[in-house]
Every structure is written in structure tokens, then in C-alpha cells.
């Protein structure tokens, strides 16, 4: 083995301090739209809620003292295997230049932990289907982390033989504002799928005037970030069921990351491999929903 490709600790160092400084200049899509804590333990408790509860009329001269008995219900975060991506490096001169931030395997790698990020808070596995927590799949609740609760039904709008409609938008707006979720202090969240873009950049065009349709932004920048008070996110990594695109929009408040471990970087000698150096990468998160109402599906046809 070459001297040239022995990692000291300081090049070891410099690597590291790179990628982070990657990783926090190129963030996940979805990252900014959530609420962040720490996960510490086997399982972390990101809410504990109370049912509806109503004020009750009493007489005068009632001296009972009035006690309500809400649902209470409690969502958890689990601390689940790692994610990680590595390879072995067997070149002095790549070796050399990847703790250069245009390094490529620092943008390969970082781009790689994003995009996990965004499934593990869409709840979906790298081949597309719907997997464990996060906006769509199955979260842990109880008293202790012992029951798996599916994404309801009734938070789906179903597909109805079309894509994403000016009457899907509406529905979602007032489905969560039925659900007492304050939409003048927060602003929901939806991801859509490329297809579903172009749907939406159709309602826009159909909204404007053709006299200065290509000025609005939208036009402009081939994609629309914010329209009747929701803001937009485009993604590719959104679920497909035969021709059914499963779009989700979301209460930021209502969706909780937990993190254990952040994305990070390394490059070291593996001795049981010729003490060639390896680079890696690799985070641990979990991220739930706090309440099912939050998360609205909305289904469209492709």
C-alpha cells in the first residue's frame, strides 16, 4: 500500500468539515417544512395529544368540580437502522481532491443523503413504495411505541379519473381548515410530482390574463412555488400506484423529524481491506405525524 493514499487525521478532518459544510449550504427539499427535535434511545415521543375538549354549562350554584376525560394518545419517534453510502477510493489524485467542495463524491454523496432525508419525510422506500412513518406510512403510537397506525382513508382525495384540479386544491384547503388548523399563522405544504406541475402551471395559465400571462413568475420560472396560500414543492420521489400519482400536502407543524444522527462524512484505512481508504456517509432519522388530520393525500391520475 502507498504512503500517498495513508488518510491522516487531518486530511480526515478537512474532509469531514467539508461535507458538512456542503450539506448545510444544499439541504433536503422538505427539510424546511417540517419541525425539528433530537432523537435520543430506542424511541423518542415527538407529541402527546389531547382530544377535543368543550367547555360544559353549569348552574349558578354548582359546586361539583367538572372533570373531562379526553382521548389522549401518544405519537413516537423510532430510532431504525442507518442509512449509508460508501466506497473505496484507489486513486492518489481522487484521493487528493475529494475534500474539494466541487469535489464529486462530496456532491454525489451529499445529493444522496438529501434525497433520503426527503423519503424518510415522505414515508417511502428508494423503489417508491410507501414505507415506514413520515407524511404517508405507518406511525407508532401508545402509551409505550407498541401500535402501528396505517394513513387513514379518510385523509385521501381520491383521483376521480383526473390529475391535480382547481377542486382538489379547494378540497385540501378546506379539509384542513375543518380540522381547526389555522391557515391565516401557518401555510400547508404540497408536494407534487413533475406531471402534476404541469397541471398545476395549466390552472395558473387558465387563471391569468393573456395579456400578460408571460410576465406572471409563474411563467417565468416554468413552476409554480405558491398559489392560494399553500406552498409548493416538485419532486419525483412521490409514490405511483399503476397510473395514480400520490400527491400529499401537510401542516408543518404537524410533522416531526427526529434526528439522531445528522448527515455526515468520513474517509478513513480500513485495514482488512489492504488499508485502502473509504470514504462514506450515512445519517439516522425517523420523522411522524403528530396528528392524521395534518396530512391530507391527494390523489391524481396520469
Given at each position: ?32 417544512f ?8 430506542p424511541?423518542?415521543?415527538a ?13 349558578a ?7 373531562v ?15 449509508s ?20 463524491y ?7 443523503g ?10 417511502v ?14 406511525v ?7 401500535t ?5 382513508s ?7 379519473g ?18 381547526d ?32 400571462l ?12 405558491r ?6 414543492l ?9 397510473t395514480?400519482?400520490?400527491c ?30 473509504y ?8 420523522c ?15
Amino acid at each position: 500500500m502507498a504512503d500517498d493514499l495513508t488518510v491522516e487525521q487531518s486530511f480526515r478532518f478537512s474532509y469531514q468539515q467539508t461535507f458538512q459544510l456542503v450539506a448545510q449550504q444544499t439541504q433536503s427539499k422538505f427539510r424546511q417544512f417540517v419541525t425539528e427535535i433530537a432523537g435520543r434511545g430506542p424511541a423518542t415521543a415527538a407529541a402527546d395529544l389531547v382530544g377535543d375538549v368543550e367547555m360544559q354549562e353549569r348552574n349558578a350554584k354548582d359546586r361539583k368540580l367538572i372533570e373531562v376525560d379526553p382521548f389522549l394518545h401518544r405519537r413516537w419517534l423510532m430510532m431504525r437502522k442507518k442509512f449509508s453510502v460508501g466506497k473505496f477510493i484507489d486513486s492518489v489524485d481522487t484521493l487528493r481532491q475529494i475534500t474539494s467542495p466541487t469535489s464529486e463524491y462530496i456532491r454525489a454523496f451529499n445529493a444522496a443523503g438529501r434525497r433520503q432525508v426527503d423519503r424518510i419525510i415522505l414515508g417511502v422506500n428508494i423503489d417508491g413504495s410507501i414505507g415506514t412513518g413520515g407524511l404517508l406510512g405507518a406511525v407508532v403510537e401508545g402509551e409505550t411505541p407498541s401500535t402501528t397506525v396505517a394513513f387513514p382513508s379518510s385523509q385521501v382525495i381520491a383521483a376521480g379519473g383526473t390529475g391535480l384540479t382547481m377542486a382538489k386544491l379547494k378540497a385540501v384547503r378546506e379539509q384542513f381548515a375543518k380540522a381547526d388548523y389555522d391557515l391565516d399563522m401557518e401555510s400547508p405544504v404540497m408536494a407534487i410530482d413533475p406531471t402534476e406541475m404541469t397541471d398545476l402551471l395549466g390552472i395558473v395559465e387558465a387563471a391569468g390574463s393573456s395579456i400578460n400571462l408571460a410576465e406572471q413568475a409563474q411563467m417565468i420560472d416554468g413552476k409554480v412555488k405558491r398559489f392560494m396560500n399553500m406552498n409548493f414543492l416538485e419532486s419525483n420521489r412521490l409514490p405511483l400506484n399503476g397510473t395514480t400519482r400520490g400527491c400529499v400536502a401537510w401542516m408543518p407543524s404537524n410533522i416531526v423529524l427526529g434526528v439522531w444522527e445528522e448527515i455526515s462524512g468520513d474517509v478513513f484505512n480500513v485495514p482488512s481491506s489492504d488499508n485502502e481508504p473509504y470514504v462514506k456517509v450515512q445519517l439516522r432519522m425517523d420523522c411522524t405525524r403528530k396528528e392524521d388530520s395534518g396530512v391530507i393525500k391527494v390523489e391524481c391520475a396520469e
